[in-house]
Nanobody, 123 residues
C-alpha cells in the first residue's frame, strides 16, 4: 500500500515557476515507477511526466518537454516536478501517480493516486 500526498501547487504568472512534490507513505515506494498527470477543466486527465524506480529515463509529454523536470528521492520517498516557463494552458489539477512499470504509463496502469493539487497560471 502506498499513500501519496501532493504539495506545492498555487497561482503563478505566465513565465513563472512552481515545484510540486509528492510524498509517499509506504515501504515499497522505491519499487514503483512514479509520474504526474494533470486534468484541466473540461478535459480528460493526461500524462505529464514519469520516472522509473531507479530515477533514470524520465519521460515527458511533448507539451512540457524542455520546461518540466521530474525527479525522485527514494531515501525521502518523494517525487518532484519542477515546472518552468509556465503557460496558461498548464493550468490544471496535478496528480501524483504510482505504477508498476514506467517511465511512461497509462491511467489504467496506475495503482495509486494522490488527491491532486491545483496549479493556476495567469496570463
Amino acid at each position: 500500500q502506498v499513500q501519496l500526498v501532493e504539495s506545492g501547487g498555487g497561482l503563478v504568472q505566465a513565465g513563472g515557476s512552481l515545484r510540486l512534490t509528492c510524498t509517499a507513505a509506504g515501504r515499497t515506494f522505491s519499487t514503483y515507477a512514479m509520474g504526474w498527470f494533470r486534468q484541466a477543466p473540461g478535459k480528460e486527465r493526461e500524462f505529464v511526466a514519469g520516472i522509473n524506480w531507479s530515477g533514470s529515463s524520465p519521460n515527458y509529454a511533448d507539451s512540457v518537454k524542455g520546461r518540466f523536470t521530474i525527479s525522485r528521492d527514494n531515501a525521502k520517498n518523494t517525487v518532484s516536478l519542477q515546472m518552468n516557463s509556465l503557460k496558461p494552458e498548464d493550468t490544471a489539477i496535478y496528480y501524483c501517480a504510482a505504477a508498476k512499470t514506467g517511465p511512461q504509463f497509462l491511467e489504467r496502469e496506475v495503482f495509486y493516486w494522490g488527491q491532486g493539487t491545483q496549479v493556476t497560471v495567469s496570463s
